[in-house]
């Protein structure tokens, strides 16, 4: 059982380019999450969804955009990357939005924006 | 705003017990959580606390007292696999998670 895969698991990114940052679970969640974790800081929410087809803004929504196109499926996108962006993304998914419950995350994605 | 507080860094010995605090101030409470995440790993649930008092899960507990918006989580025999950070979590009268910065937890043999 995988879970939650995210891709790529690393990238070194110039700025100005863009990047899109993948996330598949296959626990049929209904609810899934875009989180970013800089030192220091807790995590920070980006955008979630809460069933295929809805999308809602985070806490830090700026520079980054998403899509819920079915229920497996959560890709986060950075349309033109800056430095600040240099952090580690982590999905994350739960059975079912509005209440959190329980959140499963994936392995994260270390993104350094130079 | 919102906060969060717990310690940044606790140190504890092999075999002992340590308890690692939590406290809050946000907007409602839906639920208090309590998540482990290993250097360079992914976070994963520990516990769940909604009601007032002691949610005990093997060597792991944890406490929550709403009034005084205080949590804890407490770990006994301690084991060096325990050396890890602990994230605490409220989530708000909206549904959203409010994170705190986690507490890195080191255990000496």
Known sequence: ?114 | GQNIDQPTEMTATEGAIVQINCTYQTSGFNGLFWYQQHAGEAPTFLSYNVLDGLEEKGRFSSFLSRSKGYSYLLLKELQMKDSASYLCAVEDSNYQLIWGAGTKLIIKP
């Open chain 1, 1 to 114: 059982i995988a879970g939650i895969t995210q891709a790529p698991t690393s990238q070194i990114l110039a700025a100005g380019r863009r990047m899109t940052l993948r996330c598949t679970q296959d626990m049929r969640h209904n609810a899934m999450y875009w989180y970013r974790q800089d030192l220091g800081l807790g995590l920070r929410l980006i955008h979630y969804s809460n069933t295929a087809g809805t999308t809602g803004k985070g806490e830090v929504p700026d520079g980054y955009s998403v899509s819920r196109a079915n229920t497996d499926d959560f890709p986060l996108t950075l349309a033109s990357a800056v430095p600040s962006q240099t952090s580690v993304y982590f999905c994350a998914s739960s059975v079912s939005g509005g209440v959190t419950g329980e959140l499963f995350f994936g392995e994260g994605s270390r993104l350094t924006v130079l």
